[in-house]
């Protein structure tokens, strides 16, 4: 009996299943392997009771989804939101799967979080709430089975509590068993700013193939946490000039260009890392909406949904490379398509952050510890090269790259789940 097709109310997750169906058609994958790879292995949800600075007790719900172990353990960050439930973790999970595949790198995919507001905790607060959320999902977690590592609003920080809490309930260190640690405990150098480096790396590879100096591009970088803010960085040191910036204070412009440098002293001089006034430290304009500003290249590093029904229309740029998980909404996607605007897909332009995983766990199962220099030259040349193959296959496949990207991707974990069989 042929099963029916999943759908689901979750924006996010229906987007990812159904991009997933559009490219196994197009591909022809058997309705068998359609079958598996349309589902989770594992979903688990579990109850965090915090006690809180003020006494009460809140009890958080935590998350986390394993969707294929098809090419190795899965890898996917924990991420920290009042939005999160277990559709969107499926969903982020699903895009990792891909997302690996298509680096060449040996995990499947998986996503956790805790529905939360991070902004209005304290540390201690998030301290007890990581500590336990490790303990809860800790069953399941482990340096050959499910590894995680940071992402919306977690940091090094949350990943050492984490990790500090399994390893003493096992009592054994296993600093493999998580990644996006400090370069102080078993993190690499380089790791901390692999996602961004990796964005704007394909960003100046899209800029090469389109034969434009990047000391004559103009781009705009959306949100300013760990991924946006590496951009930027990454990008203004190549000489693209960045003219507008944003986070959850506002948008900041400048016909000049903003000053990346600021920008930073700004964001590390506030306890919750924003760009409250920028507008003055940077000698910029504080406007509406970054999105609609006219500039070459879009980087939306923000969060999902950002450019949807709605905002697409008065998007600008002509070239946009997602930053964030799912920036771009299917509505979106056509409406710029029509416009022309070319895109490179998150799971290509991201994962930067997932393949400098890869080298601090290869480096953490061997106890040894690479230079900055040979992380980052073999991070760069391997983002080069991705870049470069998706490039060609949607060329060679007349689909736009995220039609490539996701073809690509879907047939080694398919060619593997072949080979492995269906049994678990
Ligand atoms: N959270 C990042 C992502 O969405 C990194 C995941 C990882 O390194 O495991 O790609």
Redesign the pocket.
């Known amino acids: 009996m042929k099963q029916e097709r999943r759908k689901s109310s979750n924006v996010l997750l229906d987007t990812a299943l159904q991009e997933f169906y559009g490219a196994a058609d197009e591909m022809g994958l058997s309705e068998k392997l359609i079958s598996i790879l349309s589902h989770s292995e594992r979903r688990v949800q579990v109850s965090i009771p915090v006690e809180m600075d003020d006494g009460s007790v809140n009890v958080f719900e935590g998350y986390r989804v394993q969707h294929s172990t098809a090419l190795g353990p899965s890898?996917?960050?924990i991420r920290y939101d009042p939005e999160v439930d277990m559709d969107e973790c499926e969903a982020?999970a699903i895009l990792?799967t891909w997302?690996c595949s298509l680096a060449g790198i040996p995990y499947g995919g998986g996503k956790g979080g805790v529905a939360c507001d991070p902004l209005n905790m304290s540390e201690k607060e998030k301290e007890k709430l990581s500590r336990t959320f490790g303990a809860r999902i800790a069953p399941i977690l482990g340096k050959w089975s499910d590894?995680?590592?940071?992402?919306m609003n977690t940091s090094g920080q949350e990943m050492v509590w984490i990790v500090d809490t399994i390893c003493k309930m096992r009592g054994d260190l296993e600093p493999a068993l998580l990644?996006?640690k400090p370069v102080t405990f078993w993190g690499s150098y380089g790791r901390h700013e692999a996602?961004g480096r990796g964005v704007a790396t394909c960003g100046l590879e899209f800029m090469k193939i389109l034969g434009k100096n990047s000391n004559h591009v103009t781009a705009v970088v959306q949100g300013f946490g760990n991924v946006g803010s590496y951009t930027a960085k990454t990008l203004s040191e190549a000489g693209v000039k960045i003219t507008a910036i944003s986070d959850i204070t506002g948008s900041y412009y400048s016909e000049k260009g903003i000053d990346i440098e600021k920008a930073f002293e700004v964001i590390n001089s506030n306890p919750k890392r924003l760009l409250k006034d920028f507008e003055k430290a940077g000698n910029c304009e504080k406007i509406e909406n970054d999105l609609f500003v006219d500039a070459d290249f879009l980087f939306p590093c923000a969060r999902d949904g950002m450019i949807n029904r709605k905002t697409a229309d008065k998007v600008k740029a002509r070239y946009i490379v997602e930053g964030a998980?799912g920036p771009v909404t299917p509505d979106a996607d056509k409406i710029l398509a029509d416009k022309g605007v070319v895109i490179v897909p998150d799971f290509l332009a991201?994962?930067g952050?997932?393949i400098?995983?890869y080298f601090e766990w290869a480096q953490n199962l061997q106890g040894i510890f690479w230079s900055e220099d040979e992380y980052n030259d073999k991070l760069v040349r391997i983002m080069k090269g991705n870049f470069k193959r998706v490039w060609d296959y949607s060329k060679a496949k007349k689909v736009t790259m995220r039609r490539a990207a996701s073809m690509a991707a879907i047939q080694r974990v398919a060619d593997v789940v072949k080979m492995r069989g269906t049994f678990l």
């Open positions: 890898k996917g960050g982020l990792m997302k590894i995680p590592a940071p992402d990644t996006g996602t998980n991201n994962s952050g997932v400098g995983s």
